[in-house]
């Protein structure tokens, strides 16, 4: 198992009249077995204005975050800025290219998706979706916000709940934060 990474997955965020949500499974993983069923993998950061969210090797993620945080500071806020300055960092950093996560990072107006490979996306829809299960939430967000009326914290949640039905790296133990 040493040379296996611990693994967090499934994050989706969602914005509807005004309100963002951004929901996570609990679950992490090392290499197919289940070691921990109620990790956090979400943040509020900078004042509690910005949501973050990550999934991939979680010792990673915490790196990132306490880096993304500083830029945030660094930029006075600007998360735009912050975003494009962390991604560069990760990329030509020695010690932060070797990460392995994603970020989900949203605050009151923008979404942002960003890897390690450099890329930084501002998703059209505005919904922010990653991990092993993401492709399953980001469906049912978009299906649930364009045919129902329910409120982001709810889609959120439901996102998480129909990903952890067919993905097995993915559980029901939801943790949602709002702004």
């Known amino acids: 198992m040493s040379n296996q990474l611990w693994h967090s997955t499934t994050i989706i965020g969602v914005r509807r009249n005004g ?10 993983t090392v290499g197919e077995t289940v070691i921990k069923h109620t990790a956090r993998k979400l943040r509020k950061l900078h004042h ?4 973050v969210g990550f999934a991939g090797a979680s010792a990673d993620a915490f790196t990132l975050f306490e880096r993304f945080e500083a830029k ?13 300055e962390l991604a560069k960092d990760w990329r030509t950093d020695r010690v932060l290219r070797r990460l392995e996560a994603m970020l989900g990072i949203m605050d009151s107006q923008s979404s942002y998706i960003v890897s390690g490979s450099g890329d930084v996306i501002e998703p059209d829809d505005g919904i922010v979706a990653i991990g092993s299960g993401g492709a399953y ?8 916000l364009r045919h129902t009326q329910l409120p982001a914290e709810k889609i959120a949640r439901e996102a998480i709940e ?6 097995i790296y993915t559980n029901t133990e939801i943790t949602v934060e709002t702004l």
């Not at 129909?162 to 993905?167: E, L, Y």
């Open 137 to 144: 939430a980001l469906a049912a967000a978009r299906s649930l």
């Open 48 to 51: 509690d204005k910005v949501i």
């Open 162 to 167: 129909a990903a952890a039905a067919v993905c």
């Open 72 to 84: 945030l500071d660094e930029h006075s806020g600007n998360l735009a800025r912050a975003v494009v």
């Open 19 to 28: 309100r963002v949500a951004m929901a996570s499974d609990g679950q992490v």
